[in-house]
């Protein structure tokens, strides 16, 4: 009877779960589809081997509000959801995690951060620019020392009075290169620890900021990675985001939101090399069938997609978490730690699926494979998820 009296009244309050996706969201991502195949797939091979930084792309992608997605239209901004950002960073990370990997710094981690954080002032003269792409912004608070611990801070910003000094290096900095504003996390104080920390915004064209060379990596080769000098770059008070003190917590709170862009990003790939994977296996023929008739490879492709299935619901699950105002500091872990594995899995099978054509440049999809492993890597490591995952259950 008690539950019959339950399931009553969740009729009358109209009561539904509904996995699929609004007719606004399938038009988000039918045209994220199609910029993908028609405007990124062309070169995406070519630019990969030269390390070539998609700089057309990304000022189309601007002017369709993909750098703006989640902002504010008062701001320039798309005024989309969380669910839309990560339909848009999936359908382009099908195609180039590189692409995407700008799109998803520029959203989730700088204007996130200025739209949420920043003062007005900053937001009318930094924000409006990086939501319509006239800019783009770039996120700093890795260094040679401090990568997964981002407490140990040796960039300073000493206070002057009437401006801060900031001198140190920041290291893995995507959009190191491209950027026009850098939101830099430095120490204040060293004796207050993480409570000294704070958030600068600083300008490229400022005396004593240097970008350093571009980094040679295994995968998103087109995105530009650097290391970033600053030698006594003056920072005037009002580019400090947020109280004296706030920067460790904003760049804590910044991430969360930044691991539902790279979980995307990872489901992205993960479902792009399955669905080449997939289509190869269909005109591929040996022993005089195409291989997806054989059983070893229609299980492999069984596996790829419950894989990604579930590492779709996580990443949803975050990004409407995140819509309906709930923290999602744990769920947004658990998502990309489950969808950088997955897409690690899956493109290292869609090697294999592909077998020799699976090992040249041409098939896409040793690319994808090189891409995935660093969706295990930034924005926290799989290991610093498990922190965050493994607090999370143990604060209650």
């Not at 399931?7 to 996706?21: G, P």
């Not at 900021?209 to 009002?238: A, C, M, Q, Y």
């Amino acid at each position: 009877m008690v539950l019959k009296t339950i399931f009553a009244i969740s009729k009358k309050q109209n009561y539904t779960m509904d996995f699929n996706l609004s007719e606004e969201h399938l038009m988000i991502r039918d045209a994220a589809r199609d910029f993908a195949r028609t405007e990124l797939l062309p070169g995406v091979i070519e630019r990969d081997n030269k390390q070539e930084f998609p700089a057309e792309q990304v000022k189309k992608m601007g002017e369709l509000g993909f750098l703006g997605l989640m902002v504010d239209p008062k701001y320039g901004g798309s005024g989309m959801d969380a669910i839309s950002y990560v339909i848009v960073m999936e359908e382009l990370s099908k195609v180039d995690a590189s692409a995407s990997v700008i799109v998803s710094v520029n959203n989730s981690l700088v204007c996130y951060g200025l739209e949420t954080y920043g003062s007005e002032a900053q937001k009318q003269k930094y924000l409006t620019k990086l939501a319509t792409g006239q800019s783009i912004g770039a996120f700093c608070l890795s260094e040679p020392e401090a990568g997964s611990d981002a407490t140990s801070q040796r960039t300073t910003a000493i206070d002057m009075g009437d401006h801060y000094l900031l001198n140190g290096t920041k290291n893995w900095i995507t959009n190191g290169g491209s950027a026009d504003f850098y939101l830099v996390i430095a120490q204040t104080d060293k004796e207050k620890g993480h409570k000294g920390i704070n958030a600068f915004i600083v300008e490229k064209t400022w005396e004593g900021f240097e970008v350093g060379p571009k980094e040679d990596k295994l995968g998103i080769r087109g995105s530009d990675t650097h290391t970033l000098n600053f030698n006594d770059v003056k920072i005037p008070k009002e580019n400090r985001i947020g109280e004296d003190g706030f920067g460790f917590k904003f760049a804590m709170k910044t991430l969360s939101g930044g691991r539902i862009g790279i979980a995307a990003q990872a489901l992205g790939i993960a479902q792009g090399a399955y669905e080449m994977a997939r289509d190869y296996s269909k005109i591929r023929k040996a022993f005089g069938t195409e291989i997806c008739n054989h059983q070893a490879i229609a299980f492999k492709l069984a596996d790829m997609h419950l894989e990604i299935e579930a590492a779709r619901h996580l990443v949803m699950k975050s990004a409407w978490e995140k819509d309906n105002g709930i923290n999602y500091d744990m769920s947004s872990a658990m998502a990309k730690l489950k969808a950088s594995k997955v897409a690690m899995d899956v493109t290292v099978e869609a090697v294999q699926v592909h077998g020799g054509n699976g090992f040249v440049k041409e098939y896409h999809v040793e690319r994808m494979m090189r891409d995935a492993k660093i969706t295990q890597i930034y924005e926290g490591t799989s290991e610093v998820q498990k922190i965050v995952i493994s607090r999370g259950l143990l604060r209650d």
